[in-house]
């Protein structure tokens, strides 16, 4: 199956830094990338989707300018929480679609964001 | 609107005995169907997936799903549960695009 890495796994920061969030296809090449909040004990949310050669597109409410998404090459994307402020910890998930299976989510094992 | 229902939060078996968790979909055609599994702290793994064809589908870890088209579900089986199967299950949807809905996520535990 296709593998995606995160990284960090688990961050702490204080109110008010940003935090970058890396996302990686490690054996395939990604023709659409996504990026999920979870809060806990809840399911998933969409915040973003990023398209090879395009600008990430936001689901309603989330605000890009917080949440800068950068879709750098084929297997990376960064999502970086801006000024961050304690109502922004949550579990951060990303997954990847593949160019050999683009009907076919493969998710990141998350980043544990903890905003002090 | 499109959703997903997944219409047990909680669910708690004893090891070696049958599961099934329950999924019911809301879409104008029928989606491409999902089964993930997340372990405490983890991301989502791919259990299996219906496009089209046979509509009992085979997956990892032994489980299974079928779709009914009359009924509008995709429930998860597997035939004798392990301890380690105790995790969060979601049941997902794509419709035209390729936006996943997920349900809420049913929460399994295994008596031992």
């Known amino acids: 199956g296709a593998v995606v890495s995160q990284h960090p796994s688990r961050v702490i920061c204080k109110s008010g830094t940003s935090v970058k969030i890396e996302c990686r296809s490690l054996d395939f090449q990604a023709t659409t990338m996504f990026w999920y909040r979870q809060f806990p004990k809840q399911s998933l949310m969409l915040m973003a989707t990023s398209n090879e050669g395009s600008k990430a597109t936001y689901e309603q409410g989330v605000e890009k300018d917080k949440f800068l998404i950068n879709h750098a090459s084929l297997t990376l994307s960064t999502l970086t929480v801006t000024s961050a402020h304690p109502e922004d910890s949550s579990f951060y998930i990303c997954s990847q679609s593949a160019r050999r299976d683009t009907d076919t989510q493969y998710f990141g094992p998350g980043t544990r964001l903890t905003v002090l | 609107a499109q959703s997903v229902t997944q219409p047990d939060i909680h669910i708690t078996v004893s090891e070696g005995a049958s599961l099934e968790l329950r999924c019911n979909y809301s879409y104008g055609a029928t989606p491409y169907l999902f089964w993930y599994v997340q372990s405490p702290g983890q991301g989502l793994q791919l259990l299996l997936k219906?496009?089209?064809?046979?509509?009992l589908v085979q997956g990892i870890k032994g489980f299974e799903a079928e779709f009914k088209r009359s009924q509008s579900s995709f429930n998860l089986r597997k035939p004798s549960v392990h301890w380690s199967d105790a995790a969060e299950y979601f049941c997902a949807a794509r419709g035209g695009g390729n936006k996943l809905t997920f349900g809420t996520g049913t929460q399994l535990k295994v008596e031992l």
């Open positions: 219906y496009f089209s064809g046979d509509t």
